[in-house]
């Protein structure tokens, strides 16, 4: 049985699968968990993750996801909180390393890999059962990259469910917009549990 940390979730959604798997999973954020399961409400950054298999972060991209960037332009005070968000997230994750032994980072397309490192690879939904188009970008450190598990006919060029005619995301504008877009589908987070489970279990 793995400990494993999924920071910056609150959708349960990462926790659950390894939860499924056997694995004590807890999640941490600074909303409540959305569905049952082991979750704290605070910063992860003031917390130590010492003997945690794996640690699954999700970094805030409101300011480095390529979505928002056109933004600074227009508004010269956002590009300073885009720095910051670079910054933070190197800094972050060297010493996430130092705490242990694995470590997957997830963000949208973004400044990240131009501004510090190339992601691992980049998986969708429907890589994974999941009828829905949502590029993701993984930062891998002693983790093997996912293998697609199911992928859905018509691969990158069909429509998925999530998207409008014109390829955007259905999802107007909501206080809820945010949150529910940065959800992990079910498919990768399966995925995410078995195969991860797998590799760091057998080590």
Known sequence: MLTVAILGECSGVIRAAFA??????????????????QHIVG????R?????????????CTYLAVSGLHWNRRRPERQALTDESVTFVIETHA???QQVPALAMENPIGCLSTRWRRPTQIVHPWQYGDDASKATCLWLDGLPP???TNILPG????????????GQNKLGPSPMRKE????????????????????????
């Open 180 to 203: 529910l877009r940065s959800n992990t589908y079910p498919g990768i987070a399966a995925a995410m549990a078995s195969q991860w489970g797998s590799v760091l279990s057998a080590a």
């Open 146 to 148: 996912l293998v697609p």
């Open 95 to 97: 010493a996430f390393l």
């Open 20 to 37: 499924a798997m056997g694995h004590n999973a807890v999640s941490c954020d600074l909303k409540e968990s959305r569905i049952p399961g």
């Open 48 to 60: 130590s993750w010492r003997g945690t298999d794996l640690l699954i972060w999700h970094p805030d």
């Open 155 to 166: 691969g990158r060029l069909a429509r998925r469910s999530n998207q409008t005619a014109s």
């Open 43 to 46: 910063d992860y950054t003031k």
